[in-house]
């Protein structure tokens, strides 16, 4: 009898048996599927948690209360308050910080809900190739020719005020008081 066939296959047999590589297979698949399952609670919990949104809840409703843009205008006159609107783009860098710093903060917020009809026009022409009609004639009335631009409007539509870019929760909040007292200010249309 040959000694190498009562300890085990022979080393052709051990070569072509898959049960060597199987097994590696099996402890890389599992370690795999354990990565995944932790990614997964990681995720679960950082979403709950809301870290990494700029609110508390990303679910929650945003803070300034948007009007859609076509009832901006009667809203405004219905309301006897100016149209503060914020020209904005999805690939504007700085428009995203205002959203963060400026519109998300609840103290902002509760000024521009109090003070104003807040109204976005949004840019798509990137996107799009050009904007809806009511966002062309909104930016050609007011010369909008950056991102972001705030202009606060009466009741009747004139320029009261504007800001040009972003430069900060106090420069923001400074252009807001002194755009109310303008408008405040302002003779309304007869």
Known sequence: MDRTDAVGPSSEEAASSPRGSQSRLSG???????AALLFRVVTAVMDRSGAGTPTADRHAP????WTALEK??????????????DFTAEWCAPC???????????????LVNRSYVAARVLDRSREEGKNPALVEELQRKYSVEAFPTLVVAGTDGREIA????????????????????KSSAAPSPR
């Open 28 to 34: 890389a698949l599992f370690f795999v599927l354990l």
């Open 162 to 181: 504007r800001m040009e870019g972003y430069g900060g929760r106090t420069v923001l909040e400074n252009f807001l008081k002194e755009s109310r007292a």
């Open 62 to 65: 945003p803070l300034v209360r």
């Open 72 to 85: 901006a205008s009667p809203t405004s006159a219905a309301g006897r308050k100016p149209v503060l609107y």
């Open 96 to 110: 995203h910080k205002l959203d963060q710093e400026g519109w998300a903060d609840a103290e902002i917020a509760g």
